[in-house]
C-alpha cells in the first residue's frame, strides 16, 4: 500500500510492516496504525509514521543504545495485551524530542513504546515508581553524529 508522509513523501509499505497499537498513542488515540520507518540504517534514530495521518510522525531511537543502565520489566498485563511470548518477541523505543533550534535532544524514557514484533502491536507505556523522566538529556558519541549528519 502506498502512504503519504509529511517528512518522507510517498511511500510503498508492505501489510506485514504494521504496527497496530490497539489504543493508539496516549494524545493521539484515533491512530492506530503505524509503520517504523528507518531513514538510515547505521543512524541511530527512526520514526514511527502513523498510516492514517500523514502529519504524525514520531522521532524515535533504542533507549538502551544510549542509556547502557536503563532497565524495567514489562507487566503481565502489558505482556498479555501485546502477547508477548518470548523476550525476543520485544522491541522497546523512546520518543525523542529536538529543541528549535536543533542544539539539544531529550528522550522520553519514562513512557516508552513496546512493540511485539512478531504479532505487529505496540503501546506506549508508563513506567510507575520509576526513577526515570520525560526529558532526559541525550548526548550523541561522535559515532552517533557523524551517523544523523549522513541521514539528513
Same mark, same amino acid.
Given at each position: ?25 496516549? =494524545? ?31 522521532? *524515535? =531511537?533504542? $533507549? ?22 518470548? $523476550?525476543?518477541?520485544?522491541? *522497546? ?18 513512557? $516508552? ?40
Amino acid at each position: 500500500m502506498k502512504i503519504n508522509t509529511l517528512f518522507f513523501g510517498e511511500l510503498e509499505v508492505e501489510e506485514q510492516e504494521v504496527i497496530t497499537f490497539p489504543q493508539g498513542i496516549p =494524545g493521539f488515540e484515533e491512530w492506530t496504525r503505524y509503520v517504523l520507518i528507518h531513514p538510515e540504517e547505521s543512524a541511530p534514530f527512526s520514526y514511527i509514521q502513523s498510516l492514517e495521518e500523514a502529519g504524525l510522525s514520531f522521532l *524515535v =531511537g533504542n $533507549p538502551f543504545s544510549f542509556f547502557e543502565e536503563y532497565d524495567f520489566t514489562l507487566t503481565e498485563v502489558v505482556q498479555l495485551e501485546l502477547q508477548i511470548e518470548s $523476550p525476543d518477541d520485544v522491541a *522497546v523505543w523512546s520518543v525523542i524530542t529536538v529543541n528549535e533550534d536543533c542544539t539539544a535532544m531529550t528522550v522520553n524514557l519514562l513512557a $516508552p513504546i513496546v512493540m511485539n514484533t512478531r504479532v505487529r502491536l505496540g503501546k506506549q507505556i508508563i513506567l510507575h515508581d520509576s526513577p526515570y523522566r520525560t526529558k532526559h538529556e541525550l548526548v550523541l558519541s561522535p559515532a552517533d553524529e557523524a551517523a544523523s549528519e549522513v541521514e539528513g
